[in-house]
């Protein structure tokens, strides 16, 4: 298959050419080039999302498939469409579980309801329009595209080329062994999907021309057990939990950011991370073992380095704080 790829330099649609060029695909990459390189065996074709006219070095030719990842941006989704619908054969967009208006429900799927579309360019703006934006995107492309869209939603994504600490902060800390401070057991819900294993199903459904609307997600399983699984291959580790309310009174965020515990969210947001992924496996998404996929997260702390300034998590002296105020 000749496949094009509007991206294709860092994390997910990096690791979906990497998966398509070993799997024998022909595999043309679309991106600045200046976040970083193509996988080895694939084709960089220079163009600036931000200047439509630039998409015309494509005009002319001819793909079986085309994913795109456009990340926050509605105007890129639609140049895109303009530009090359009529030369794709299959037509893949990721979106993001963020479409949803309901992030309270438990084991939503497909059919939930989502947020009404705005048609903005949100790159580095307003995380509020992440998920309207995102369902315009949807909208644009199930509209140009019809019975060739394969439209996917993933969770959180985690595993090589991650850089958002949401996951990895977590086997990258029991690493360091010591009284790891967590979340008390609320029965509250987690889930996300490895990066290889969105890659691998992307790729599949290219190939198979799959259609329709999918939450990318793995199962939902309760925070506390999830953690306490990371924990187990290490025996140095003293677990610590903490109330809600002994947090946020520490000062500790939920979810992401500075001085926060991620994974961790309100009640409120109970359903965030507990989507109902039957379609998706029914229809060929594959799940790794849990152990695998924390093995691919650690792989890549200790890529980026266990002692960086992070972009979510506790640093040492916050954890110890924090732990100091349970006392």
């Known amino acids: 298959m000749r496949m094009l790829i509007l991206g294709g330099t860092v994390f997910v649609s990096r690791t979906v050419a ?44 001819g793909f079986d498939a085309v994913i795109d990842v456009a990340k926050f941006s509605y105007p890129w989704v639609a140049d895109a469409l303009a530009a090359l619908a009529t030369r794709a054969a299959h037509w893949t967009f990721v979106s993001s579980v963020s479409v949803y208006s309901d992030d309270a429900t438990i084991g939503q799927n497909t059919s939930a309801p989502v947020f009404e579309p705005v048609q903005v ?21 199930r509209d140009t595209i019809g019975d060739r869209a394969f439209i996917v939603r993933p969770g959180l994504i985690t595993g ?14 029991f690493s360091r062994g010591g009284r790891v401070l967590i979340p008390e057991d609320s029965g509250r819900l987690t889930q996300f999907i490895d990066v290889r294993d969105l890659a691998e199903w992307i790729v599949t459904a290219a190939e198979q021309r799959l259609t329709g609307t999918f939450d990318a997600v793995g199962p939902a399983r309760p925070l506390d057990a999830v953690l306490r699984d990371i924990a187990n291959p290490t025996s140095s580790c003293e677990l610590i939990t903490a109330t809600d309310e002994q947090l946020l009174a520490a000062g500790v965020q939920h979810w992401a950011g500075p001085k926060s515990l991620p994974l961790w969210v309100p009640p409120e947001l109970s359903g965030f991370g507990a989507h109902d992924p039957t379609a998706s496996i029914a229809a060929g998404l594959t799940i790794r ?17 266990l002692d960086r300034p992070r972009n979510a998590g506790l640093t040492a002296a916050e954890e110890a704080e924090v732990l100091a105020s349970l006392a």
């Open 289 to 305: 073992p849990f152990a695998d996929a924390v093995a691919g997260a650690l792989a890549r702390e200790r890529e980026l380095g």
């Open 18 to 61: 990497a998966n398509a060029v070993r799997r024998g695909h022909e595999v043309v990459c679309a991106a600045r080039g200046t976040s970083g390189s193509v996988p080895a065996g694939a084709t960089l074709v220079t163009i600036d999302r931000d200047d439509p006219h630039s998409l015309r070095a494509l005009a002319d030719e």
């Open 160 to 173: 090589p080329g991650d850089t958002s600490d949401r996951f990895g902060y977590w086997p990258a800390r």
């Open 121 to 141: 360019h949100g790159e580095g703006g307003d995380l509020e329009l992440y998920g309207p934006v995102k369902v315009a995107g949807e909208n644009a492309v």
